[in-house]
């Protein structure tokens, strides 16, 4: 496994994050531990996940998975970097009681020691806001997050889902309070054929010291080789997936990127993932395996090698949106 730092933090994390929304609603607990134990031997001590996950009346699921885990002991906590987040309606019927979600200070309060017990661990690594809260400011969320700091419940803050202008105006308003290091990572939607985040969000994220962790770095599987494997008898696509290949345009690109992987000799979902390695300020991606099978696959994607004649060819067929403003201005 190769290691980078966390954006400009001294934290030191595996180019691969482990994603773990599957584990609870797709993968059974047995199964969740043994990916687990399979990352961790590969060398992945980066580990994603959230309160919601697990969702509808099963929120707090997969982080109480992840708890059971850690307390078979091992040094297993030890060698993790715990990254989990905060933000959602945690109330089994959707319907949250006033000041049960989002980002005011004693939500955040609330979130985390729920957290802590779920994980069963008294330290979260990195405490990640899930999306934007209109309503708080952030003289509020950082005065939270100071005192959880000087609790020891959390080292350092993330943002996921944010837009460029809010990284520059948390880490403005956190280092005008002095004492807080403000966001050192942002987790955005970010893959080959969805780079709207090299516009705004990547920049900002570059030009502040954040990481970027990038999630569905397949775009839903639509980069892992969905026809290939439709052709070859395999799941067939459905939901978001079915609806796109059912646009010619959209199954004519999908051919192509897998024509010309093809043509290298290289799989498509490893290429994907090889490719947001490849990019300016990309921590690392995202994955969240299933199967012992797939966490197989995205780590031989670590060590694959792309050809600049393959990533002239990947961006001509999925074609980035250029910079800010010129991508719009000009």
């Known amino acids: 496994m190769k290691y980078t730092q966390l954006g400009r933090t001294g934290l030191k994390v595996s180019r691969l994050v482990l994603g773990t929304m599957n584990f609870g609603p797709q993968t059974d607990e047995a199964d969740s531990h043994a990916i687990m134990d399979a990352a961790l031997d590969a060398g992945i001590n980066f580990f994603d996940t959230a309160n919601v996950y697990g969702w509808g009346e099963n929120k707090g699921r997969t982080e109480s998975i992840i708890g059971n885990w850690f307390a078979k002991g091992g040094e297993r906590r030890d060698k993790v970097v715990l990254a989990t987040k905060v933000y959602g ?134 980069l892992g080789g969905i026809i290939k494997k439709e052709v070859g008898g395999g799941r067939r696509a459905s939901g978001r997936a079915a609806d796109t290949l059912a646009n010619p345009s959209a199954r004519a690109q999908i051919q192509s990127y897998e024509d010309l992987l093809d043509k290298h000799g290289i799989e498509p979902g490893e290429a994907a993932l090889a490719w947001l390695l490849t990019r300016p300020g990309v921590t690392g991606p995202i994955v969240g395996p299933r199967t012992a099978q797939q966490l197989e696959s995205a780590l031989r994607a670590v060590e694959l090698e792309l050809s600049e004649e393959l990533l002239a060819g990947l961006d001509e067929i999925f074609p980035g949106t250029g910079p800010s403003p010129e991508a719009f201005a000009w």
């Open 89 to 222: 309606n945690m109330a089994a019927d959707g319907d949250a009681w006033p000041n049960h979600d989002k980002l005011s200070a004693l939500n955040i309060r609330r979130a985390v020691d729920a957290s802590l017990q779920r994980l069963q661990t008294d330290y979260i690594d990195i405490y990640q806001f899930h999306h934007v809260d209109r309503s708080t400011p952030f003289e509020e969320i950082w005065q939270a997050i100071d005192v959880l700091v000087q609790q020891g419940k959390i080292l350092y803050v993330g943002s996921s889902n944010f837009p460029g202008y809010k990284i520059a105006q948390a880490n403005e308003i956190a280092a005008r309070r002095g004492g807080t290091i403000g966001l050192v990572s942002e987790q955005c939607l970010y893959n080959l054929a969805e780079r709207r985040a090299e516009m705004e969000v990547i920049p900002a994220a570059q030009e502040y010291g954040l990481g970027v962790i990038p999630w569905s770095p397949l775009n839903g599987g639509m």
